[in-house]
């Protein structure tokens, strides 16, 4: 298992944290999502490390942006 932690921003409350763990977890291999809206971050514990481009494109499905990897 891994554990990728990424920055995103745009978010406020509790709905943007429930609408990007509902895109992201609808990748391959993801066992768990955690979102900290306070801090901007998202992270994700998969089977195998996750193509960043693929967690980006899901964030942004949800409407907020990927910043980048921590």
């Known amino acids: 298992m891994t554990e990728q932690t990424y ?8 709905h943007c944290a429930g609408a990007v763990s509902r895109e992201v977890r609808k990748i391959d291999g993801v066992n768990d999502v955690r979102v900290d809206v306070a801090a901007g971050v998202l992270t994700v514990d ?25």
């Open 7 to 14: 920055t995103i921003e745009g978010m406020t409350c509790a």
């Open 46 to 70: 998969a089977a195998a490390a996750l193509s960043d481009a693929d967690v980006a494109a899901a964030v942004d499905e949800a409407g907020y942006t990927l910043v980048g990897a921590r």
